[in-house]
């Protein structure tokens, strides 16, 4: 429907709408008030028929005493005789009979004024008053003509009641035949006023207020001329009279009280009344009368004659209509709010059907404009809609489609058609409410293939499912693109494979020739040179060391930039690691005057798992690179706490240096691989620019980042966080307590970080401590010292080594201002000897950097070692105790391929005294196994025949199915990559040693696995 | 329904309202109010239909409001026309002289005539046709009133005549003269004191007039000159003895009642010497002896 169409048609339905709630209104109202009004004639009715009953009844009342007063009373034989023999007489003759009759039934007459009957009236056969009870004085006047109830008796000799209107007053008659057997003797009537037929009317309905007016053509022209002044209009109608409306004699009713009187002038003015009462109906009305409804109910009498010619009106409150008119208020209020609800609800449908007819229209517009196809089927399947772009994609026209099973007409799910739409995986989908998105395959009219993306969802009507909306779109480009880009992947992935195979083969062939190097040179180192060839072949190691340390840094970015950098996870010891580091880099530190300080929180555990070797790696880098750039001050360790979590420990790990610094806008450049902060600084200082990138790298696989904070001529901070799980497995042995017996510290250091650090540490650790800056003030403290008691000199001593006796002469002068028994400690830098008189002098020489709880350690192994038998001093060549304390030399399977490694490595076993064979390969190795028994096995991995890995594996199963002592096999590899330790440990061996090899290492994985087994 | 007291007090009053209000409104705004006591010898309505007409006429003639102010008995009459509470009354002889023994203000205008257009009436002694015996002892006696003419200073004197008196019989005060009619009618009492003209309206129920005194004066319009100028007075007695009831105001005067449509004539003091003279020094009781 076009838009403009719509807009007509919508203004028209609201027209209407407005019209329908206009007229609605008006016939609602007339409806209401009609039903109102009927109930309120109804009611009023209802009140004219209680009249007419209630004054029935009254009458009946009286009409039932009278009739008894004249059966028990009246209708005696005497009364009879004397009516008799009246009636026959004239004039005079009749008085004895008269006056007999007025004496008999006097008594009765008072009894009947007392009970409201006003008149008793005897009248002979001819019609004449023969004895008015009321009014004596009258008699013999002839009321055939006047009182139609006389004479009606009189004629038929039946009794009658009614009302009549008098000569004196009107009343309600009750007249009786006097008859003798047939033989009529007379009449005889008695009379009340409506006064007592009001009052009997109050008794039944004391709610209601009851008037009498009589109709002016009938009462006047009955009327005595003199009893006219009695009679007073009605005030509702002029042809209407009241009788004795000023309650002149003393059986008038009471007057109308003063909301009467006001309805009445109401009721005057009312046409209705007016034509009633001319009419003479019965009828009644409501008027309202100070805001509440009255009824007045209007009752025709009719006299004896059956001519009405009075008027019983009945007034009464009516509350009733009240509440209807309160019920047609409150009916015709909630009809204006429900229809203007409705009207409300009408219109708001209206626009929503505006709306939706445009949005209708919009979405038209969108499905014929969208790029994608887009169809909707019913629930059976059948297409309802297709928009433009479906058809050209499908190549149907439209009305191939509509109507018709979309599935059979265009899909195709397999190579041999669509199959049953039960079977169509669109159609099982949204059947059961469900969303399908996937590919699949369309037909074209033509016949030909479509590769299509497919979505389709369920529409709902209510609950259930009735039908469903799809879009779909050509996907034969992209299926284009992914399989080009699959092929590119896989040509990435090859090329990938191979520069990582390149490189893992370049780190063992490049390992390999430099293990020897190394290797040999330190063997070489260890026999007899002279001093120049000891010099070159110095130069020649440490170029060696340099040059590998080169290398690792290329095979590291290599793996960095072939994503195969992986970390190892391991537990470890922080401390260890961090003094082990620290220790290895004092030496060149000391050489430049610098100090390497140690600063852990004691609260960071020692046991943590993660990756020691690269951790070591990175802080090897970073203060390596705080020396190289610091000319003066310290390079300092910090490890604190950043936050714990149940089982793992956050901690900031910061290398600190009083260096050169970098600019800011250079820091990010240092990070780079080959970046330096600039040229001058490689020429300066030289490096391959990796370190901080490898390092970066590392820092990252480790889950945090390397910052540096920096400025020229500062310093700088580098520093990252790193979140470790803690060793459960690991507790540390608690640091030594103080005891009674432990006297008091002198430290004496030059550093003063160092000085503050050890110092706070032993007093952490309960120690008493003292401290010196300079070799002068110890000399001065020890002399003070010397003149104190025994038990308040210096229970321990930690000093620089060169701050010591250099001289046995001067030892005394240092004793002095010691406790007997002291414990003397001399820190100097790794690898630097001290002189004979300072190692006599002190009892333990300690490198740094060192911390605390090193001191206290060394302090109680002096202590203990004093304590023991043989006392031997506590610095001794680790490899002289380890040997004094291994037990026999060894013999050891050499499984190696090159021919220098061999030569090196059969020298290095021969130095620690073992014995060694050697086997060129795998294949080797298990026939010389088998044969031979070996204490261990030194197994290269990477050999021709048999490699290491596939030998250890076939001798392990062999140890197995021959019930072997396994022996212990150590990997000796040039192969760095991650996951090579694993696949030897997986393979069956006990231990790894990697290219070149470091002989401390070897001796130690030698001297474990010895142990272990 | 309603005691004899309450039934004749409670509608005596309404009765008086009712006229005041009627006259009231008839008159409309006039300047004097005359009130005006009629005689309660009758039926109230009968009195008070009787005395209206004529006192709507005066009203028109005099330009002043007549309010009935209606008394139970004559000695309330005179109490009211003693405490200046009305200025005209309408009494018998009796009545008037005992007023004008405690009252010489008290002034006779006119004497209404009867319908035989005489100035004079009678009381009779009455009953149902009982003779009266000689001597009469413990006879029981309907009589009027203490006050009335026709009550017991009538009957007194009539039973002197023979010997007796009223005192050796039984009596009783019942009000009204036909109230006493028709007790003696209905045979309640044995015999009866009333005016004569009244007794024989119910002789066709069988009353007999047994004796009747000489005529007295007729009733009489009285008037306090206490209250009332002279010029009032004479206003009023040339207004009612100028009627003309046979030819000229026949019409109008037929509508007045029985004792006012004949007629007056003016009244004098000495009219009432033979009352007077008949009462002696006649103690009349106030209650009946039974």
Known sequence: ?1013 | MHAPLQWFGRPACRLFLSLACLFTAISGAQAETLYFSPLPMEQPEEVVKQFKPMLNFLEKQLGAKIEIRYSTSYAEILEHFRTGQIDLAYLGPLPYISLRDSHPQAEPLVHFLEKNGEATYSCALISAGTPLPRPARKKTFALTQPLSTCGYLAIDAQLRKQGDRLDQQLFRYLDKHDEVVLAVARGDYEYGGAKTAIARNYAHLGVTILAETPPLPSFALVASSRRLSAERIAQLRKVLTGLDPQTRDKTLMSEWGIQLRNGAIPAADRDYDVVRQLRGKMKIPEQGNF
């Open chain 1, 1 to 1013: 429907m076009a838009a403009s169409e719509a807009t007509a048609s919508s203004r028209l339905y609201r027209r209407w709408a407005l019209a329908a709630f206009l007229v609605l209104p008006v016939v609602g109202t007339w409806l209401l008030h009609s039903s109102q009004q009927e109930k309120q004639a109804l009611h009023e009715q209802q009140h004219t028929q209680e009249l007419t009953t209630i004054y029935q009844a009254s009458l009946q009342t009286y009409g039932k005493a009278t009739s008894i007063l004249f059966s028990e009373r009246i209708r005696q034989r005497e009364i009879l005789t004397l009516m008799d023999a009246a009636s026959q007489l004239q004039g005079d003759a009749q008085i004895p009979y008269r006056a007999r009759l007025y004496q008999m039934l006097s008594p009765t007459y008072r009894n009947l004024r007392e009970l409201g009957i006003r008149q008793l009236h005897f009248q002979t056969t001819d019609g004449n008053s023969f004895l008015r009870f009321h009014e004596p004085q009258k008699y013999g006047d002839n009321l055939l003509n006047i009182r139609p109830s006389i004479r009606q008796v009189l004629e038929t000799g039946q009794p009658i009641q009614g009302f009549e209107a008098g000569r004196v007053k009107s009343g309600f008659r009750f007249v009786y035949p006097l008859l003798d057997g047939e033989r009529l003797l007379g009449s005889v009537e008695t009379s009340i006023g409506f006064r007592a037929i009001r009052d009997a009317m109050h008794q039944l309905e004391p709610s209601r207020e009851f008037h009498f007016v009589l109709a002016r053509a009938q009462t006047l022209p009955i009327l005595f001329e003199s009893e006219r002044w009695l009679y007073g209009p009605s005030g509702i109608h002029p042809e209407f009279l009241v009788e004795d409306p000023q309650v002149t004699l003393p059986d008038s009713p009471a007057p109308p009280t003063a909301q009467v009187v006001a309805v009445n002038l109401k009721l005057a003015a009312l046409p209705a009344v007016q034509l009633g009462m001319s009419e003479f109906r019965a009828f009644s009305l409501t008027v309202e009368l100070e805001d509440a409804p009255w009824v007045a109910s209007f009752l025709p009498v009719q006299d004896v004659s059956g001519n009405a010619s009075a008027y019983i009106i009945s007034y009464t409150p009516a509350p009733f209509i009240a509440v209807l008119r309160s019920e047609f208020w409150t009916q015709f209020s909630l009809m204006l709010l429900t229809l203007g609800v409705l009207l409300f609800l009408l219109l708001r449908l209206l626009r929503s059907r505006e709306r939706l007819q445009q949005e209708q229209r919009n979405l038209i517009a969108v499905t014929e404009t969208m790029g994608d196809g887009l169809y909707v089927l019913d629930e059976q399947g059948k297409v309802v809609l297709v928009n433009a772009a479906a058809l050209e994609l499908l190549g149907f026209e439209r009305e191939a489609l509509i109507g018709r099973i979309g599935h059979y007409l265009f899909h195709r799910h397999g190579l041999d058609g669509c199959g049953p739409l039960e079977e169509c995986p669109i159609f099982q989908a949204v059947h059961t409410g469900r969303h399908f998105f996937g590919e699949e395959r369309f037909s074209r009219a033509d016949g030909s293939s479509l590769p299509v993306e497919v979505s389709s969802t369920p529409l709902y009507n209510g609950k259930k499912i009735a039908g469903s909306v799809t879009a779909f779109r050509d996907i034969t480009r992209r299926k284009e693109d992914e399989l080009r880009l699959r092929q590119a992947m896989a040509s990435a992935e090859a090329a990938n494979e191979a520069k990582s195979v390149f490189v893992a083969n370049m780190s063992h062939e490049v390992r390999t020739p430099m293990n020897g190097i190394l290797g040999l040179t330190a063997l070489t180192l260890d026999t007899e040179l002279d001093a120049t060839q000891r010099q070159y072949l110095e130069l020649v190691r440490q170029s060696a060391e340099s040059l590998m340390i080169i290398l690792n840094d290329i095979l590291d970015f290599s793996k960095m930039e072939a994503g195969r950098m992986r970390l190892e996870t391991m537990p470890f010891r922080l401390h260890e690691l961090a003094l082990g580091t620290a220790r290895v880099l004092s030496a060149r530190a000391a050489e430049k005057g610098l100090e390497v300080l140690i600063d852990i929180d004691p609260e960071i555990p020692d046991g943590v798992i993660g990756d020691p070797g690269r951790l070591r790696q990175v802080l090897l880098n970073l203060i390596g690179n705080a020396i190289k750039f610091t000319e003066n001050g310290e390079v300092i360790l910090r490890i604190s706490r950043a936050g714990s979590e149940d089982g793992r420990c956050r901690m900031r790990v910061a290398v600190i240096d009083s260096g050169i610094g970098i600019a800011p806008d250079k820091q990010a450049a240092i990070f780079e691989a080959f970046g330096q902060a600039d040229a001058s600084v490689t020429r300066r200082f030289g490096g391959t620019g990796l370190g901080l990138t490898i390092s970066r790298e590392i820092v990252r696989l480790m889950g945090s980042e390397l910052c540096v904070d920096s400025m020229p001529g500062q310093g700088s901070n580098f520093h990252f966080e790193l979140d470790l799980p803690v060793d459960r497995n690991f507790s540390a042995s608690p640091p030594a307590a103080p005891s009674e017996a432990d006297g008091l510290w002198l430290l004496a250091i030059h550093n003063p970080r160092l000085r503050k650090l050890l110092a706070a540490g032993l007093r952490r650790l309960g120690r008493q401590v003292q401290l010196c800056a300079s070799s002068t003030e110890l000399r001065e403290k020890l002399l003070q010292s010397s003149d104190h008691e025994e038990t308040k000199r210096y229970d321990v001593l930690v000093a620089e080594q060169d701050w010591l006796p250099a001289s046995f002469a001067e030892m005394p002068l240092y004793r002095g201002g010691l406790r007997t028994g002291a414990v003397v400690l001399a820190l100097s830098p790794m690898n630097v000897s001290a002189p004979s008189a300072t190692r006599s002098f002190a009892s333990r020489e300690l490198p740094k950097p060192l911390m605390a709880e090193d001191l206290v350690a060394a302090e109680r192994e002096v202590r203990d070692t004093a304590r023991r038998p043989d006392k031997r001093r506590a610095w001794s060549n680790d490899a002289e105790r380890a040997a004094d304390d291994d037990g026999e030399p060894l013999h050891i399977l050499v499984v190696e391929d090159n021919p220098i490694n061999q030569r090196l490595t059969c020298a290095l076993l021969q130095k620690q005294g073992h014995r060694s064979s050697l086997a060129q390969h795998g294949q080797e190795a298990l026939e010389m196994l088998a044969t031979s028994r070996f204490d261990m096995v030194l197994m290269d991995v990477q050999m021709p025949v048999m490699d290491g890995i596939e030998a250890t594996r076939q001798w392990r199963s062999r140890e197995t199915a021959e019930g072997r002592t396994p022996v212990p096999i150590i990997a000796m590899t040039a192969n760095a990559m991650a996951g090579d330790r694993d696949a030897c440990l997986a393979a069956g061996m006990n231990g790894y040693v990697s290219k070149p090899v470091n002989v401390a290492i070897l001796n130690a994985e030698i001297d474990r696995l010895r142990r272990s087994a």
